[in-house]
């Protein structure tokens, strides 16, 4: 009987150790209860059961002593939607991350699946440049330029008011950018 509860007992105690060191971060040792009922084994009619109690006055270990357990775990994240699933242990160990064309976070497992974790979201922000910006187009002083250019190179032209088109007999004429209002060149 003894050997059923000192089982119980190993079997109960890593766990115990393990969710109090992730729950809080309190460098403070504390002590461990763990009550277990295990079914008495005689031969007797009588099965009641039994509880034992053990305490240990042992330090829990520290947080950052739990870290090797959650190595173990593998990669931390999701497969499905986002929205639809909280990050948890996925027992999957990562073989790249995506690239630029992939979003920020895409991981590819070592068993052929995707999925998005927290670790491939760091080194794609790290390693991301953002894209040139896009040049803008002033039209108003690409306008300007023009008409200072064409001016430039071409002799201003006379008003002939006898002309159907305003301007005297074999004198070019300006493009209409330069001749009318809010026509672009």
Not at 6 to 28: H, N, Q
């Amino acid at each position: 009987m003894h050997s059923r509860i000192a089982a119980a007992l190993a079997a109960l105690a890593p766990i115990v150790f393990l969710l109090a060191a992730c729950s809080a971060d309190d460098p403070a040792p504390t002590t461990a209860t763990v009550t277990t009922t295990v079914q008495a084994s005689t031969t007797a009619s009588s099965t009641e059961p039994t509880s034992t109690t053990a305490s240990s006055s042992e330090p829990l270990p520290s947080p950052t002593a739990a870290a090797p357990a959650a190595d173990t775990c593998g990669a931390v994240g999701y497969q499905g939607a986002p929205g639809h699933e909280s990050p948890h242990c996925l027992g999957k160990q990562i073989a790249s991350c995506g690239t630029a064309n992939h979003q920020t976070g895409t991981t590819f497992f070592t068993d052929g699946t995707s999925g998005w974790t927290q670790t491939c979201q760091d080194q794609m922000l790290a390693t991301y440049v953002p894209p040139p910006p896009v040049p803008t187009f002033d039209q108003e002083a690409y306008n300007q330029q023009f008409a200072e250019e064409y001016w430039r190179t071409h002799p201003t032209p006379t008003f002939d008011p006898d002309s159907a088109d305003g301007y005297g007999p074999d004198q070019e004429l300006p493009p209409a950018c330069l001749r009318l209002e809010g026509v672009d060149c």
